[in-house]
C-alpha cells in the first residue's frame, strides 16, 4: 500500500482505523456498530466506520432542518460561492481523493482522478447556475394582472448512492441542491463508507471557515436500514437514489407512499449497434473500453455488442484480439487496464452470468475466470469474458455488475438492430458506430433509441456532467447532472399579481356582490 501512498492520501483526507460514522457536519456521532472497508485491491482493512443509531438520524435530521431556516434565504449566488469554496478543496485534495476512491472501490487510479475532476467540474456548472435558476413570465388574460413562475428551495435532500461512483454522484447532487438552496444527507455505499467519510471532512471545513451551519451537509452511515430510515421520512421531501433496479423499486414504493419526491438513478443493459459502416478502430476502442473499464462496474459500461451478419466475423476478431492485450492487476498501478470487481458476492454474480449464459445456448469465446496467485490476493480479480448470445436469453436481459460482454447478430436494416437494442427492461444508455447519417439519424429520432443517453460514434460509457443523465424504464426515469436537472432539487410555484383595483376572475366568470 505504501508504495502507492495510500496512507498518506488517508491522512490528509483526515480518515483513520476507526471513523465516527455520522456527522451534521462539524459535529460527529458515536454508535457501537461498526461497517469494516475492505479494499478489493489487497483485500486489506482499511478502516472502520461506526452506523447510525435511529436516534442519531434524529440529531441529524433536527440539525439539517435548522440549518435550512437559514441557508434557503441566503441569496443563491451567496451559496455558490460556497459550492466555489467547495471545488478548490477539491482541486487541492484531487490526487489523495481519487487514490481513495481507487483504493476503496478498486477502479484505476485515472478513474479516480477522473471521478474527482467530475466533482470539480460539477461544482463549477453550479457556481454559473446559482445566477440561472430562471423561471418563466407569462400574460395574464386579465387586464392589469402580472404571471410568473418561480422556484423555491425544497428541504432536505436525501441522497442515497452506489460503491461504483463512491463520490461523484453525491457531488452531482449536492453542488445542486446546495445552490438551490436544499440541504443534504447523504448515505453512501455500505461497500465506500470511507470515501463518504472523506467527503464530509473536505465540506465540513467549507462550512466551518464560513461560519455557515453545519446542517447544510450531513452523513450517515450503514445498510439499506439506514436508507430507509430517510426514504420513510416525510421530512426528507426528494430522495436521489443511485443504486440497482431491485433498490429502486422499493425506494420509490416508499417515497410514494407517502407522496414524497423521488430521483432515481437505477441498473442499465447498454448497447453498441456495430453497422457496416462503422469505423472498425473506433468500434473496437469504443467497444472494449465501455465493456471493460471499471471492470464492467459502470452503470454505462456496455453489456451487448448489436453487430451486423456482415461484418460479424471480423467485429469479433478484432475485439477478441484486443481483449488478448488486457492486463488486469493493481489499478492503482497505472500499467493495467482491468482492476478487481468490488467484492466476492460480485465474483460470485460474475461466475454466474458466465454458467447461465452457456446454459442458455450461449457460445463463450473470450474463456473467463478468477485469477488468484500473487497480486491477487483479495480474490475479486476476474477476466474479462465475452460469449456470443441471444438478446432473448434470460442473463442477457439481466444487468451483470461485471465485464461480461455480449456479442448480439442483427440481419437487415437498422430498425432490427433498433428493436434489439430496445428489446430490454432498462434504458439507461446506447450507442451506434456509423459513418451512415440515414442509420445515425434513424437511430436518434422518436422510432430510436429508447434510452436516456444515445451516442453516434461513441461507446455507451461515461458521460460529461452538461447535460442531464439518466434513463428510461427500469433506469429510473430520473435525470441528475447538467441542463436543466436542477429543477428537481426545487419546488415550483405560479404568481399571480393584481395591481388594478377591480377583482376580475379566470375565464371570465361573474361573481357580482
Ligand atoms: P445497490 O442497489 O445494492 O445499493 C445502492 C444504495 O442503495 C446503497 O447505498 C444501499 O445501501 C442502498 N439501499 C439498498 N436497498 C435499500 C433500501 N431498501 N432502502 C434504502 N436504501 C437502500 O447498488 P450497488 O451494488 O451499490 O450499485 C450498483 C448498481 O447501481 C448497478 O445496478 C448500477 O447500474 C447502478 N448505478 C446506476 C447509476 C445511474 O446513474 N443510473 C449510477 C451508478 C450505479
Given amino acids: 500500500i505504501a508504495d502507492f501512498g495510500i496512507e498518506e492520501a488517508l491522512k490528509q483526507l483526515g480518515v483513520s482505523d476507526h471513523n465516527k460514522g455520522t456527522s451534521t457536519g462539524a459535529n460527529w456521532f458515536s454508535s457501537q456498530e461498526t461497517i469494516s472497508s475492505y479494499s478489493p485491491v489487497d483485500g486489506e482493512l482499511i478502516g472502520k466506520v461506526e452506523t447510525t443509531t435511529k436516534e442519531d438520524y434524529e440529531k441529524v435530521i433536527q440539525t439539517a432542518s435548522e440549518a435550512f431556516k437559514s441557508w434557503r434565504v441566503m441569496p443563491a449566488p451567496q451559496r455558490g460561492e460556497i459550492v466555489r469554496q467547495f471545488g478548490e478543496e477539491l482541486r487541492r485534495l484531487k490526487e489523495p481523493l481519487g487514490k481513495l476512491v481507487s483504493y476503496e472501490m478498486g477502479k484505476s487510479y485515472q478513474e479516480g482522478l477522473g471521478e474527482v475532476q467530475e466533482m470539480i467540474d460539477i461544482c463549477d456548472f453550479a457556481v454559473g447556475l446559482s445566477r440561472q435558476l430562471h423561471g418563466f413570465t407569462m400574460h395574464s388574460e386579465r387586464p392589469g394582472h402580472r404571471m410568473y413562475e418561480q422556484y423555491h428551495p425544497l428541504g432536505i435532500v436525501g441522497i442515497i448512492s452506489a460503491f461504483n461512483f463512491p463520490v461523484a454522484v453525491w457531488a452531482w447532487n449536492t453542488a445542486l441542491a446546495w445552490i438551490c438552496g436544499d440541504v443534504c444527507v447523504w448515505k453512501p455505499s455500505e461497500k465506500t463508507p470511507l470515501c463518504g467519510i472523506a467527503c464530509q471532512n473536505i465540506i465540513a471545513k467549507v462550512l466551518k471557515e464560513n461560519k455557515l451551519p453545519e446542517g447544510i451537509s450531513c ?3 450503514g445498510d439499506y436500514k439506514v436508507g430507509e430510515m430517510m426514504t420513510s421520512d416525510k421530512r426528507v421531501p426528494l430522495i436521489s437514489a443511485t443504486g440497482s433496479t431491485r433498490m429502486g423499486k422499493i425506494v420509490a414504493a416508499t417515497v410514494g407512499e407517502r407522496l414524497g ?11 453498441i449497434i456495430v453497422t457496416p459502416d462503422a469505423d472498425m478502430k473506433m468500434t473496437v476502442i469504443g467497444a472494449v473500453f465501455g465493456a471493460v473499464g471499471t471492470a464492467g462496474q459502470r452503470c454505462t459500461s456496455t453489456r451487448r455488442l448489436i453487430i451486423h451478419e456482415s461484418i460479424y466475423d471480423k467485429v469479433k476478431k478484432a475485439v477478441v484480439d484486443a481483449y488478448g492485450q488486457l492486463r488486469i492487476g493493481n489499478p492503482l498501478d497505472e500499467n493495467n487496464h482491468v482492476g478487481p470487481l468490488i467484492d466476492k458476492d460480485a465474483v460470485k454474480g460474475y461466475q454466474n452470468a458466465l454458467e447461465k449464459v452457456v446454459q442458455e445456448g450461449g457460445n463463450i469465446v473470450v474463456e ?3 485469477l488468484s496467485g500473487e497480486g491477487y490476493e483479495s480474490g475479486c480479480y476476474v477476466k474479462p469474458a465475452i460469449a456470443e448470445a441471444k438478446n432473448s436469453f434470460e442473463i442477457v436481459q ?16 437498422i430498425e432490427s438492430a433498433i428493436e434489439i437494442q430496445n428489446g430490454v427492461a432498462q434504458g439507461l444508455s446506447s450507442a451506434i458506430m456509423t459513418n451512415n447519417l440515414r442509420e445515425a ?5 422518436h422510432a430510436g433509441s429508447d434510452c436516456g443517453i444515445a451516442n453516434v460514434n461513441i461507446g455507451t460509457s461515461g458521460a460529461e456532467i452538461g447535460g442531464a443523465f439518466g434513463g428510461e424504464k427500469d433506469t429510473g426515469g430520473g435525470r441528475e447532472s447538467g441542463s436543466d436537472a436542477w429543477k428537481v432539487y426545487m419546488r415550483r410555484q405560479t404568481n399571480t399579481i393584481n395591481y388594478t383595483t377591480e377583482l376580475p376572475l379566470a375565464q371570465g366568470i361573474k361573481f357580482d356582490l
Avoid: M, W
Wanted: glycine residues 14%; charged residues 20%.
Fill in 219 to 221: 452523513l450517515i452511515n
Fill in 261 to 271: 419526491k423521488s430521483l432515481l438513478e437505477l441498473g442499465g443493459n447498454n448497447a
Fill in 368 to 370: 473467463g475466470g478468477v
Fill in 398 to 413: 439481466h444487468e451483470t455488475f461485471a465485464p461480461v460482454l455480449y456479442l448480439l447478430k442483427y440481419s437487415g436494416d
Fill in 441 to 445: 439519424e434513424r437511430f436518434l429520432s
